[in-house]
Protein backbone atom coordinates (compact mmCIF):
# COMPACT_ATOMS: atom_id res chain seq x y z
CA UNK A 1 0.00 0.00 0.00
CA UNK A 2 3.08 2.42 1.10
CA UNK A 3 4.39 1.71 -2.71
CA UNK A 4 1.21 2.46 -4.34
CA UNK A 5 0.85 5.78 -2.61
CA UNK A 6 4.06 6.56 -3.12
CA UNK A 7 3.68 5.87 -6.89
CA UNK A 8 0.39 8.16 -6.85
CA UNK A 9 2.66 10.87 -5.22
CA UNK A 10 5.48 10.35 -8.04
CA UNK A 11 2.95 10.65 -10.48
CA UNK A 12 1.27 13.72 -9.53
CA UNK A 13 4.60 15.30 -8.89
CA UNK A 14 5.35 14.79 -12.27
CA UNK A 15 2.79 17.14 -13.70
CA UNK A 16 3.52 20.01 -11.50
CA UNK A 17 6.83 21.64 -10.84
CA UNK A 18 5.37 23.79 -7.56
CA UNK A 19 3.79 22.76 -4.52
CA UNK A 20 0.34 23.83 -4.25
CA UNK A 21 0.35 26.09 -1.15
CA UNK A 22 3.61 27.72 -2.56
CA UNK A 23 3.02 31.62 -3.64
CA UNK A 24 3.37 30.20 -7.13
CA UNK A 25 -0.44 29.81 -7.77
CA UNK A 26 -1.50 27.07 -10.13
CA UNK A 27 -3.12 28.69 -13.35
CA UNK A 28 -6.16 26.19 -15.42
CA UNK A 29 -8.57 27.17 -18.24
CA UNK A 30 -11.08 26.90 -14.87
CA UNK A 31 -9.55 29.73 -12.93
CA UNK A 32 -7.20 31.88 -15.97
CA UNK A 33 -9.71 33.92 -16.51
CA UNK A 34 -11.09 34.83 -13.02
CA UNK A 35 -7.88 35.01 -11.64
CA UNK A 36 -5.64 37.09 -14.05
CA UNK A 37 -7.46 38.50 -16.90
CA UNK A 38 -10.76 40.09 -14.72
CA UNK A 39 -8.12 41.45 -11.56
CA UNK A 40 -6.92 44.23 -11.17
CA UNK A 41 -3.46 42.85 -10.05
CA UNK A 42 -0.72 42.87 -12.22
CA UNK A 43 0.69 38.65 -12.71
CA UNK A 44 3.52 37.47 -13.91
CA UNK A 45 2.50 33.91 -15.35
CA UNK A 46 5.08 31.10 -16.79
CA UNK A 47 3.97 28.32 -19.02
CA UNK A 48 5.65 24.95 -18.45
CA UNK A 49 6.09 21.69 -19.81
CA UNK A 50 6.91 19.35 -16.76
CA UNK A 51 9.25 17.46 -18.82
CA UNK A 52 11.06 20.28 -19.69
CA UNK A 53 15.04 20.77 -18.76
CA UNK A 54 14.76 24.71 -18.43
CA UNK A 55 11.74 24.52 -16.66
CA UNK A 56 13.29 22.47 -13.67
CA UNK A 57 16.33 25.02 -13.68
CA UNK A 58 14.00 27.56 -13.33
CA UNK A 59 11.61 26.54 -10.33
CA UNK A 60 13.91 27.90 -7.45
CA UNK A 61 14.41 31.17 -9.44
CA UNK A 62 10.76 31.76 -9.75
CA UNK A 63 9.57 30.42 -6.58
CA UNK A 64 12.41 33.06 -4.80
CA UNK A 65 11.11 35.75 -7.08
CA UNK A 66 7.24 34.43 -6.40
CA UNK A 67 8.13 34.71 -2.29
CA UNK A 68 9.45 38.07 -3.05
CA UNK A 69 6.58 39.47 -4.94
CA UNK A 70 4.00 38.30 -2.39
CA UNK A 71 1.64 41.30 -1.18
CA UNK A 72 2.73 43.13 -4.67
CA UNK A 73 2.42 41.23 -7.77
CA UNK A 74 0.96 38.10 -8.40
CA UNK A 75 2.66 34.82 -9.88
CA UNK A 76 1.57 32.27 -11.76
CA UNK A 77 2.11 28.87 -13.63
CA UNK A 78 0.31 27.48 -16.57
CA UNK A 79 1.36 23.64 -16.90
CA UNK A 80 0.91 24.10 -21.27
CA UNK A 81 1.57 20.94 -21.79
CA UNK A 82 -1.50 19.71 -20.28
CA UNK A 83 -3.62 22.89 -20.92
CA UNK A 84 -2.58 23.65 -24.47
CA UNK A 85 -5.54 25.81 -25.33
CA UNK A 86 -4.20 28.45 -22.86
CA UNK A 87 -0.59 27.97 -24.58
CA UNK A 88 -1.97 28.37 -27.84
CA UNK A 89 -4.05 31.21 -26.98
CA UNK A 90 -1.18 32.98 -25.73
CA UNK A 91 1.20 32.03 -28.59
CA UNK A 92 3.51 29.41 -26.52
CA UNK A 93 5.82 27.75 -28.90
CA UNK A 94 8.75 27.04 -26.58
CA UNK A 95 9.19 26.61 -22.67
CA UNK A 96 9.49 28.04 -20.41
CA UNK A 97 7.94 30.98 -21.58
CA UNK A 98 7.05 34.25 -19.14
CA UNK A 99 4.21 36.82 -19.88
CA UNK A 100 3.79 39.52 -17.99
CA UNK A 101 -0.25 40.68 -17.51
CA UNK A 102 0.02 44.56 -16.65
CA UNK A 103 -2.27 47.16 -17.12
CA UNK A 104 -3.59 45.90 -20.59
CA UNK A 105 -4.49 42.09 -19.75
CA UNK A 106 -5.65 41.29 -23.48
CA UNK A 107 -2.20 42.59 -24.08
CA UNK A 108 0.42 40.74 -22.25
CA UNK A 109 4.01 41.52 -22.78
CA UNK A 110 6.99 38.73 -23.06
CA UNK A 111 9.23 38.18 -20.62
CA UNK A 112 12.68 38.17 -21.85
CA UNK A 113 14.65 39.55 -18.98
CA UNK A 114 17.52 37.28 -16.92
CA UNK A 115 15.55 34.05 -15.63
CA UNK A 116 17.02 34.73 -12.64
CA UNK A 117 14.62 36.09 -9.47
CA UNK A 118 15.84 39.49 -9.60
CA UNK A 119 15.37 39.75 -13.48
CA UNK A 120 11.79 38.65 -12.85
CA UNK A 121 11.21 40.96 -9.95
CA UNK A 122 12.72 44.05 -11.49
CA UNK A 123 10.07 43.27 -14.22
CA UNK A 124 7.32 42.86 -12.15
CA UNK A 125 7.88 45.73 -10.37
CA UNK A 126 8.38 47.90 -14.25
CA UNK A 127 4.56 46.47 -15.18
CA UNK A 128 3.48 47.86 -11.75
CA UNK A 129 4.83 51.26 -11.81
CA UNK A 130 3.48 51.45 -14.85
CA UNK A 131 -0.11 50.69 -14.11
CA UNK A 132 0.49 53.52 -11.58
CA UNK A 133 1.86 55.53 -13.54
CA UNK A 134 -0.86 55.43 -16.07
CA UNK A 135 -3.66 55.65 -12.80
CA UNK A 136 -1.92 59.06 -12.31
CA UNK A 137 -2.66 60.42 -15.93
CA UNK A 138 0.68 59.41 -17.30
CA UNK A 139 1.87 57.51 -20.10
CA UNK A 140 0.36 54.34 -19.92
CA UNK A 141 3.06 52.31 -21.67
CA UNK A 142 3.11 48.88 -22.46
CA UNK A 143 1.95 45.95 -19.69
CA UNK A 144 5.81 45.25 -19.51
CA UNK A 145 6.88 49.29 -18.69
CA UNK A 146 7.64 49.89 -21.77
CA UNK A 147 6.49 52.84 -24.14
CA UNK A 148 6.90 51.27 -27.20
CA UNK A 149 3.52 51.16 -28.34
CA UNK A 150 4.76 51.32 -32.20
CA UNK A 151 4.49 54.27 -34.65
CA UNK A 152 1.47 54.87 -36.78
CA UNK A 153 4.22 55.46 -39.67
CA UNK A 154 5.39 51.99 -40.37
CA UNK A 155 1.59 51.43 -41.43
CA UNK A 156 1.76 51.85 -45.35
CA UNK A 157 -1.23 53.60 -46.62
CA UNK A 158 -2.82 52.24 -49.36
CA UNK A 159 -5.44 53.30 -52.34
CA UNK A 160 -6.68 51.70 -55.13
CA UNK A 161 -4.13 54.02 -57.80
CA UNK A 162 -0.95 52.31 -55.67
CA UNK A 163 -1.98 48.94 -54.23
CA UNK A 164 -1.15 46.56 -57.63
CA UNK A 165 2.54 48.44 -57.55
CA UNK A 166 3.07 48.27 -54.05
CA UNK A 167 1.53 45.13 -53.15
CA UNK A 168 1.19 42.40 -55.99
CA UNK A 169 4.58 43.89 -57.99
CA UNK A 170 6.66 43.36 -54.87
CA UNK A 171 8.30 40.25 -53.57
CA UNK A 172 7.44 41.44 -49.85
CA UNK A 173 5.14 39.44 -47.70
CA UNK A 174 2.11 41.96 -47.10
CA UNK A 175 -0.72 42.20 -44.55
CA UNK A 176 -3.73 44.63 -45.20
CA UNK A 177 -6.32 46.10 -43.74
CA UNK A 178 -9.29 46.91 -45.34
CA UNK A 179 -11.23 49.84 -42.91
CA UNK A 180 -13.56 51.86 -42.32
CA UNK A 181 -13.00 55.25 -40.18
CA UNK A 182 -16.32 54.95 -38.81
CA UNK A 183 -15.54 51.67 -37.74
CA UNK A 184 -15.35 51.12 -33.77
CA UNK A 185 -13.24 47.50 -34.52
CA UNK A 186 -11.08 49.61 -36.71
CA UNK A 187 -10.39 52.28 -34.29
CA UNK A 188 -9.75 49.56 -31.62
CA UNK A 189 -7.06 47.51 -34.23
CA UNK A 190 -5.50 50.83 -35.00
CA UNK A 191 -2.68 50.78 -32.21
CA UNK A 192 -2.42 46.67 -32.37
CA UNK A 193 -1.82 46.88 -35.91
CA UNK A 194 0.68 49.87 -35.75
CA UNK A 195 2.85 47.99 -33.03
CA UNK A 196 2.86 45.08 -35.22
CA UNK A 197 3.60 47.03 -37.96
CA UNK A 198 7.23 48.44 -36.18
CA UNK A 199 7.73 45.02 -34.90
CA UNK A 200 7.62 43.52 -38.38
CA UNK A 201 9.66 46.26 -40.00
CA UNK A 202 11.68 44.73 -42.26
CA UNK A 203 10.62 41.30 -42.47
CA UNK A 204 6.50 41.74 -43.20
CA UNK A 205 4.96 44.78 -44.79
CA UNK A 206 1.37 45.90 -42.94
CA UNK A 207 -0.80 48.01 -45.24
CA UNK A 208 -4.55 50.02 -44.55
CA UNK A 209 -7.27 50.71 -47.19
CA UNK A 210 -9.56 52.83 -46.31
CA UNK A 211 -12.32 50.80 -48.04
CA UNK A 212 -14.80 53.67 -48.33
CA UNK A 213 -12.73 55.67 -49.84
CA UNK A 214 -10.88 53.54 -52.26
CA UNK A 215 -13.65 50.93 -53.12
CA UNK A 216 -12.54 49.42 -56.41
CA UNK A 217 -9.98 47.51 -54.46
CA UNK A 218 -12.45 46.33 -51.59
CA UNK A 219 -14.76 45.39 -53.96
CA UNK A 220 -11.97 42.96 -55.76
CA UNK A 221 -10.90 41.46 -52.51
CA UNK A 222 -14.57 40.68 -51.43
CA UNK A 223 -14.61 43.14 -48.47
CA UNK A 224 -17.82 42.95 -46.82
CA UNK A 225 -17.31 43.95 -43.69
CA UNK A 226 -14.79 46.26 -41.24
CA UNK A 227 -11.99 45.27 -40.47
CA UNK A 228 -11.30 43.08 -42.83
CA UNK A 229 -7.46 41.77 -43.09
CA UNK A 230 -6.07 40.05 -46.02
CA UNK A 231 -2.21 38.10 -46.18
CA UNK A 232 -0.61 38.22 -49.53
CA UNK A 233 2.51 35.93 -49.26
CA UNK A 234 6.51 36.85 -50.59
CA UNK A 235 7.24 36.80 -54.08
CA UNK A 236 5.73 37.74 -57.60
CA UNK A 237 1.88 37.92 -56.94
CA UNK A 238 -1.19 36.97 -58.91
CA UNK A 239 -4.51 39.74 -58.23
CA UNK A 240 -6.31 36.65 -56.80
CA UNK A 241 -2.94 35.70 -54.54
CA UNK A 242 -4.79 37.38 -51.09
CA UNK A 243 -6.19 34.78 -48.25
CA UNK A 244 -7.59 35.55 -45.37
CA UNK A 245 -6.28 36.03 -41.97
CA UNK A 246 -7.56 34.22 -39.36
CA UNK A 247 -5.34 34.94 -36.37
CA UNK A 248 -6.11 37.27 -33.21
CA UNK A 249 -6.25 41.11 -33.16
CA UNK A 250 -3.92 41.96 -30.89
CA UNK A 251 0.01 43.26 -31.91
CA UNK A 252 1.31 40.01 -30.47
CA UNK A 253 -1.21 37.46 -32.50
CA UNK A 254 -0.28 39.39 -35.95
CA UNK A 255 3.46 39.38 -35.28
CA UNK A 256 3.01 35.57 -34.32
CA UNK A 257 0.52 35.03 -37.27
CA UNK A 258 2.99 36.65 -39.88
CA UNK A 259 6.05 35.37 -38.68
CA UNK A 260 5.23 31.86 -38.77
CA UNK A 261 3.94 32.63 -42.24
CA UNK A 262 6.82 34.11 -43.64
CA UNK A 263 9.05 31.01 -41.97
CA UNK A 264 6.68 29.00 -44.32
CA UNK A 265 7.78 30.77 -47.42
CA UNK A 266 11.57 30.40 -46.76
CA UNK A 267 13.56 27.54 -48.10
CA UNK A 268 14.67 25.04 -46.56
CA UNK A 269 18.44 25.76 -45.36
CA UNK A 270 21.70 24.79 -47.30
CA UNK A 271 23.48 22.32 -45.74
CA UNK A 272 26.75 23.33 -46.36
CA UNK A 273 30.16 21.59 -46.22
CA UNK A 274 32.70 22.74 -43.71
CA UNK A 275 35.65 24.19 -44.93
CA UNK A 276 36.61 26.99 -43.48
CA UNK A 277 36.58 29.21 -40.72
CA UNK A 278 34.57 31.72 -42.41
CA UNK A 279 32.08 29.28 -43.92
CA UNK A 280 31.50 27.19 -40.20
CA UNK A 281 31.02 31.04 -39.02
CA UNK A 282 28.42 32.19 -41.08
CA UNK A 283 26.42 28.30 -40.93
CA UNK A 284 26.81 28.30 -37.04
CA UNK A 285 27.58 30.81 -34.63
CA UNK A 286 24.97 33.55 -36.03
CA UNK A 287 22.06 30.71 -35.69
CA UNK A 288 20.14 29.62 -32.41
CA UNK A 289 21.23 25.99 -33.02
CA UNK A 290 23.93 24.35 -35.22
CA UNK A 291 23.36 20.98 -36.54
CA UNK A 292 26.50 19.28 -37.57
CA UNK A 293 26.79 15.69 -38.90
CA UNK A 294 29.77 13.79 -39.53
CA UNK A 295 29.82 11.79 -42.69
CA UNK A 296 31.96 8.67 -43.74
CA UNK A 297 35.05 9.28 -45.91
CA UNK A 298 34.19 9.08 -49.56
CA UNK A 299 35.98 5.59 -49.64
CA UNK A 300 33.80 4.00 -47.33
CA UNK A 301 30.54 5.97 -48.66
CA UNK A 302 30.88 6.73 -52.03
CA UNK A 303 29.10 9.60 -54.27
CA UNK A 304 25.39 8.08 -54.10
CA UNK A 305 25.98 7.06 -50.35
CA UNK A 306 26.87 10.86 -49.40
CA UNK A 307 24.15 12.50 -51.32
CA UNK A 308 22.01 9.99 -49.77
CA UNK A 309 22.86 11.48 -46.54
CA UNK A 310 22.46 15.15 -47.86
CA UNK A 311 19.57 14.61 -49.22
CA UNK A 312 18.30 13.61 -45.60
CA UNK A 313 19.63 16.44 -43.80
CA UNK A 314 18.00 18.26 -46.64
CA UNK A 315 14.54 17.31 -45.83
CA UNK A 316 14.92 17.36 -42.06
CA UNK A 317 15.81 21.12 -42.25
CA UNK A 318 12.85 21.54 -44.11
CA UNK A 319 10.88 20.51 -41.40
CA UNK A 320 12.61 22.54 -39.22
CA UNK A 321 13.40 25.30 -41.02
CA UNK A 322 11.41 28.00 -38.82
CA UNK A 323 13.42 27.17 -36.21
CA UNK A 324 16.34 29.36 -38.07
CA UNK A 325 19.17 26.91 -37.37
CA UNK A 326 22.22 26.09 -39.00
CA UNK A 327 23.16 22.67 -41.18
CA UNK A 328 26.64 21.73 -42.08
CA UNK A 329 28.88 18.62 -42.69
CA UNK A 330 31.57 17.08 -42.35
CA UNK A 331 33.86 14.50 -43.62
CA UNK A 332 35.42 12.08 -41.07
CA UNK A 333 38.87 13.06 -39.91
CA UNK A 334 38.64 16.43 -41.87
CA UNK A 335 38.14 18.50 -38.83
CA UNK A 336 39.47 16.80 -36.78
CA UNK A 337 39.49 19.61 -33.59
CA UNK A 338 35.73 19.93 -34.31
CA UNK A 339 34.97 16.26 -33.76
CA UNK A 340 37.29 16.30 -30.70
CA UNK A 341 35.71 19.19 -29.03
CA UNK A 342 31.88 17.75 -29.64
CA UNK A 343 33.32 13.83 -28.75
CA UNK A 344 31.79 12.29 -32.29
CA UNK A 345 33.45 9.71 -33.93
CA UNK A 346 34.39 7.43 -31.08
CA UNK A 347 31.63 5.01 -32.27
CA UNK A 348 31.91 5.31 -35.68
CA UNK A 349 30.26 7.36 -39.10
CA UNK A 350 27.53 9.03 -39.34
CA UNK A 351 27.37 11.33 -36.74
CA UNK A 352 25.64 13.99 -35.65
CA UNK A 353 25.92 17.05 -32.74
CA UNK A 354 23.81 19.98 -32.62
CA UNK A 355 25.82 23.05 -31.25
CA UNK A 356 24.82 26.04 -28.97
CA UNK A 357 27.93 28.57 -29.75
CA UNK A 358 26.53 31.28 -27.44
CA UNK A 359 26.41 28.58 -24.80
CA UNK A 360 29.13 26.66 -25.63
CA UNK A 361 27.35 23.60 -25.36
CA UNK A 362 26.32 20.51 -26.97
CA UNK A 363 24.15 17.36 -27.53
CA UNK A 364 25.15 14.36 -29.65
CA UNK A 365 23.06 11.80 -31.56
CA UNK A 366 22.79 9.10 -29.91
CA UNK A 367 19.96 7.40 -32.03
CA UNK A 368 20.07 6.08 -35.42
CA UNK A 369 21.49 7.68 -38.12
CA UNK A 370 18.03 7.70 -40.16
CA UNK A 371 15.44 10.08 -41.18
CA UNK A 372 12.82 8.93 -37.65
CA UNK A 373 15.93 8.86 -35.16
CA UNK A 374 17.41 12.20 -36.29
CA UNK A 375 13.95 13.91 -35.99
CA UNK A 376 13.21 12.40 -32.82
CA UNK A 377 16.48 13.60 -31.68
CA UNK A 378 16.01 16.96 -32.92
CA UNK A 379 12.41 17.47 -31.83
CA UNK A 380 13.44 16.64 -28.49
CA UNK A 381 16.18 19.39 -28.70
CA UNK A 382 13.68 21.52 -29.91
CA UNK A 383 11.13 21.12 -26.75
CA UNK A 384 14.64 22.02 -24.84
CA UNK A 385 14.91 17.47 -23.68
CA UNK A 386 17.75 16.02 -24.12
CA UNK A 387 21.65 16.11 -22.58
CA UNK A 388 24.01 18.90 -23.27
CA UNK A 389 27.67 18.89 -22.18
CA UNK A 390 30.27 21.89 -22.46
CA UNK A 391 32.15 22.33 -25.68
CA UNK A 392 35.80 21.02 -24.99
CA UNK A 393 37.89 23.98 -24.16
CA UNK A 394 34.82 26.69 -23.96
CA UNK A 395 35.60 27.78 -27.44
CA UNK A 396 35.06 27.59 -31.15
CA UNK A 397 37.22 24.73 -32.75
CA UNK A 398 39.86 25.62 -35.03
CA UNK A 399 38.54 24.87 -38.70
CA UNK A 400 41.37 23.31 -40.68
CA UNK A 401 40.78 25.17 -45.06
CA UNK A 402 40.24 22.24 -47.08
CA UNK A 403 39.07 21.73 -50.63
CA UNK A 404 35.23 21.16 -51.23
CA UNK A 405 34.08 17.93 -52.34
CA UNK A 406 33.89 17.66 -55.79
CA UNK A 407 31.01 15.55 -56.15
CA UNK A 408 32.82 12.21 -57.51
CA UNK A 409 33.49 8.97 -56.03
CA UNK A 410 36.80 8.50 -54.20
CA UNK A 411 39.79 6.78 -55.62
CA UNK A 412 42.67 4.55 -53.91
CA UNK A 413 46.00 6.26 -54.79
CA UNK A 414 47.31 4.24 -57.73
CA UNK A 415 50.36 2.21 -56.15
CA UNK A 416 54.29 2.70 -58.11
CA UNK A 417 55.12 -0.34 -59.41
CA UNK A 418 58.73 -0.54 -58.32
CA UNK A 419 61.00 -2.63 -60.46
CA UNK A 420 63.66 -4.70 -58.01
CA UNK A 421 65.69 -6.31 -60.82
CA UNK A 422 68.16 -4.07 -60.99
CA UNK A 423 69.21 -3.54 -57.02
CA UNK A 424 72.42 -5.06 -56.22
CA UNK A 425 72.17 -6.80 -52.67
CA UNK A 426 74.79 -7.91 -50.89
CA UNK A 427 75.02 -11.56 -49.80
CA UNK A 428 73.81 -10.99 -45.94
CA UNK A 429 70.72 -10.14 -47.55
CA UNK A 430 70.37 -12.70 -50.66
CA UNK A 431 68.05 -15.07 -49.74
Known sequence: MIRFIGFILLVSNCFALYPTRGNVIELTPNNFDSSVIKSDEIWIVEFFAPWCGHCQNLVPEYTKAANALKGVVKVGAVNADEHKELGGRYGVRGFPTIKIFGAN??????????RTAEGIVQAALAAAKAKVKAALGGSSGSSGGSSDNGNSDDVIELTDSNFDKLVLQSDD??????????????????????????????????????????????SQYGVQGYPTIKFFPPGPKSADAAEEYDGGRTSSDIVTWALEKL??????????QITNNALFKDSCEEK??????????ILDCQSQCRNDYIKLLTELGDKFKKKMWGWAWSEAGAQPELENAVDIGGFGYPAMAVINTKKMKYSILRGSFSKDGIYEFLRDLSY?????????????????????????DGELPVEEDIDLSDVELDGKDEL
Open 263 to 272: AESIPAPEVQ
Open 173 to 218: MWLVEFFAPWCGHCKNLAPHWAKAATELKGKVKLGALDATTHSAKA
Open 288 to 297: PLCVVAVLPH
Open 105 to 114: KNKPEDFNGA
Open 384 to 408: GKGNTAPVKGQEIPKIASIEPWDGK
